[in-house]
């Protein structure tokens, strides 16, 4: 029988896709779910000798990593649509091939784009926190008001597959939308969204933001003071996309005026560790990075990964290669 390929897992996944890796690969398996570093990446992919990488969001795959790994590493396969943690330049001079995970994990990313929105208009956090606390008394006509999110209009930066998705979820709240993209859509994709060519042209109409773009240094830090101050009065900003993309320094202000209403946030720059100012305010909607967390998108993105290693192993080419 062939040898199974060498397989190096930084992350314990969940119990299906284990299982398919332990029938398909001769795999190193992370158990504890332990916290890899730099120097643990190089070690260990030099210890199994693995040809293959399956790797997850939270790795850090630099230049200087990439460039200690052993020859014999062909394939980084990582268990995330975003590749903002894999210098791909890095990747490309040493000849490294890099997957990603596209279009499964777009429905349940676009639904916490919804949660985020709907959360923060709504006020659900410190609705909840009123409960939790013992405090509901009286009710109240003037207490815990939101704004509505139905009619409203919803700029979209980022319409990719994941901003179109929100967008499909948003015309069920009768929004108008309108998105920022590099290139216009075709009507059939556009469906009636109002095209803006530049953020600048977008932000004045945007009631509602929902950051849906990608991460890395060309949306680093894009929603500044200079754009929020484009954004209309009240405001409510959503991002499942990167923390990255939103600069802290400038929204947390704007919270605290009330030039943005409200916002609704799923990723945090720096995350895990996150700007703790943003605990003390309640018009805030606060996640730990859940887009992707159902059981069906991950075991979806688990096996998407797979698929993309097999294809390499099998002498084709893996479906969803980014490098
Ligand atoms: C997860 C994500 O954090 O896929 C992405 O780009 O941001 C999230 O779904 C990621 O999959 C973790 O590896």
Request: aromatic share 6%; hydrophobic share 40%.
């Amino acid at each position: 029988m062939a040898q199974k390929p060498k397989l190096f897992v930084t992350r314990r996944l969940p119990d299906d896709v284990e299982a398919r890796i332990r029938r398909d690969y001769d795999a190193l398996h992370n158990e504890d779910d332990a916290a890899y570093g730099p120097e643990d990446l190089v070690r260990l992919s030099m210890a199994t000798k693995c040809e293959g990488i399956l790797t997850c969001g939270t790795e850090k795959w630099t230049a200087d990593v990439i460039s200690r790994l052993p020859g014999h590493v062909k394939i980084l396969a990582t268990l995330s649509v975003g590749y903002d943690h894999i210098d791909v330049e890095a990747a490309g001079r040493k000849g490294l091939i890099v997957t990603n995970t596209p279009d499964v994990l777009t429905a349940a990313t676009a639904d916490i784009s919804m949660l985020c929105l709907l959360g923060a208009g709504r006020r659900a956090q410190s609705s909840e926190k009123i409960l939790r606390e013992g405090k509901w008394g009286r009710w109240e006509p003037m207490a815990m008001l939101g704004v509505d999110v139905t009619g409203k209009k919803l700029g979209i930066y980022g319409m990719g597959r994941i901003g179109q998705a929100v967008a499909q979820r948003a015309r069920g709240f009768e929004m108008e939308i309108h998105y920022c993209n590099r290139n216009r859509l075709p009507p059939e994709r556009e469906q009636g969204a109002i095209h803006h060519a530049t953020p600048e042209d977008m932000l004045p109409h945007c009631q509602f933001l929902s950051i849906n773009s990608p991460g890395g240094a060309d949306t680093y830090h894009f929603l500044n003071a200079g754009r929020i101050a484009l954004l209309p009065d009240g405001a409510v900003v959503a991002n499942t996309a990167r923390g990255t993309v939103i600069d802290d320094n400038a929204l947390i202000p704007a919270l605290q005026s009330g030039k943005i209403g409200a916002a609704g946030l799923d990723v945090f720059e720096g995350e895990p560790d996150f700007d703790k100012r943003y605990l003390a305010l309640d018009n805030v909607f606060l996640l730990p990075h859940v887009g992707s967390a159902t059981i069906e998108t991950r075991n979806a993105m688990g096996f998407r990964t797979l698929d993309n290693l097999d294809a390499w192993f099998a002498g084709r080419k893996p479906g969803d290669r980014v490098v």
